[in-house]
């Protein structure tokens, strides 16, 4: 197989360095968390804005909401 590797051009690819699996992980479960949380809020925030500022149909409004 190396034979016809090599009159085909192709070269051989080693594994220079082991792969490792990090000790820790990158992201803290507390930052994740807080992280998700806050995007969610904007997002939801976002989408109540989009909806409550869309003059496209006309619904009665609810008194509570204004």
Do not use: K
Not at 1 to 14: K, Q, S, T
Not at 26 to 41: D, E, H, K, N, Y
Request: aromatic residues 8%; charged residues 15%.
């Amino acid at each position: 197989m190396d034979d016809a590797l090599d009159e085909g051009g192709i070269v051989n690819v080693v594994i220079a360095e082991q792969p490792v699996a990090p000790a820790l992980p990158v992201w803290s479960t507390w930052a994740v968390l807080v992280i998700g949380l806050a995007a969610a809020g904007v997002a939801g925030r976002l989408g109540f804005s989009a909806d409550y500022l869309d003059q496209r149909s006309a619904r009665p409004r609810m008194l509570w909401l204004i």
